[in-house]
């Protein structure tokens, strides 16, 4: 099994920034893909960054140019740095490690970011 906890989440006014880290522990010998996901009340869980084992990223539109996800695989952490923040990114973020793409999946239990006028 795979253990992710979440920490950096907050209260936050708009345009400023804020940074996720995620620490995986446990079974952690092959995590490929890991990255962050939100949700917001009433609405889907959404995928906002994911990062491979080789660095390659890929972004939601909406945080493009404002999020960067990184990875240190030495200390299995992934870390998402949010800059510009806006209202509508107010979420529960979570954080998502997957062996492969098709599985299997493992979800941390997320962390309130919360972007106030």
């Known amino acids: 099994q795979v253990q992710l906890v979440e920490s950096g989440g907050g209260l936050e006014q708009a345009g400023g920034s804020l940074r996720l880290s995620c620490a995986a522990s446990g079974r952690i010998f092959n995590l490929n893909v890991m990255g962050w996901y939100r949700q917001a009340p009433g609405k889907q869980r959404e995928l906002v960054a994911t990062?491979?084992?080789?660095?390659?990223?890929n972004y939601a539109d909406s945080v493009k140019g404002r999020f960067t996800i990184s990875r240190d695989n030495a200390k299995n952490t992934v870390n998402l740095q949010m800059n510009s923040l806006k209202l509508e990114d107010s979420a529960v973020y979570y954080c998502?490690?997957?062996?492969?793409?098709?599985?299997?999946?493992?979800w941390g239990r997320g962390t309130q970011v919360t972007v106030s006028s």
């Open positions: 998502k490690a997957s062996v492969t793409e098709w599985g299997p999946h493992y």
């Open positions: 990062i491979t084992s080789v660095g390659r990223t």
